[in-house]
């Protein structure tokens, strides 16, 4: 069956200090991979997505993406974070062209100043 | 951009009363979802539709659980007699089609007493 972890529930980093967010996933075909953020009281906006091709995806705000078929990862970088980067960031894999996306337990990040 | 939005934000409700969460999709989008998350737990896919029917739908949508498009551009959840464990925020999203993105409404705030 799919799934998705995201291994580490809670992350704090200083503002300006580099981020990476883990994601493993679970899936018998190619994926397709998304990361969401959900700021308090908002709902879930995309940052990024990877369907097919470069393996490196840029996003919004600043994120990246690397998608290593090898590893069943898709981690989530920003090589400087700021305040405003707080939030619970999930990983999701889409199944099969269904639009029914499996999302992981999400990862909190705080940002120290 | 276009979003997607719901009504109401948060809804408190008595247990055993029937709710109604009401989404309105992006205009041109065909596919259209309710997911939802407990507090501290995944956002979990409970339905999808697609052409007027459900498309597919998960174990948590038993038949408490009830979707409608009554007119060319709401979407809405019936809970019919709901209980406590209902509480959760519930998120509507839309989609143009299969694997294209999956765009996710602010949600509504469920809390039954």
């Known amino acids: 069956a799919q799934s998705v972890t995201q291994p580490d529930i809670h992350i704090t980093v200083s503002e300006g200090a580099s981020l990476e967010l883990r994601c493993n996933y679970s899936y018998g075909a190619t994926p397709y991979l998304f990361w969401y953020v959900q700021s308090p009281g908002q709902g879930l906006q995309l940052l990024l997505k990877y369907f097919s091709g470069d393996t490196l995806v840029q996003g919004i705000k600043g994120f990246e993406a690397e998608f290593k078929r090898s590893q069943s990862s898709f981690n989530l970088r920003k090589p400087s974070v700021h305040w405003s980067d707080a939030a619970e960031y999930f990983c999701?894999?889409?199944?099969?062209?269904?639009?029914?996306?499996?999302f992981g337990q999400g990862t909190t990040l705080q940002v120290k100043p | 951009e276009p979003e997607v939005t719901q009504t109401p934000s948060h809804q408190v409700t008595q247990m055993g009363q029937e709710v109604i969460l009401r989404c309105v999709p992006i205009s041109n989008h065909l596919y259209f979802y309710w997911y939802r998350q407990i507090l501290g737990q995944k956002v979990e896919f409970l339905v999808s539709f697609y052409n007027n029917e459900i498309s597919e739908k998960s174990e948590i949508f038993d038949d408490q659980f009830s979707v409608e498009r009554p007119d060319g551009s709401n979407f809405t959840l019936k809970i019919r007699s709901t209980k406590l464990e209902d509480s959760a925020m519930y998120f509507c999203?839309?989609?143009?089609?299969?694997?294209?993105?999956?765009?996710f409404g602010e949600g509504s705030w469920l809390t039954v007493v």
């Open positions: 999701a894999v889409e199944r099969s062209n269904t639009g029914k996306l499996i």
């Open positions: 999203a839309s989609s143009g089609g299969a694997g294209n993105t999956i765009y």
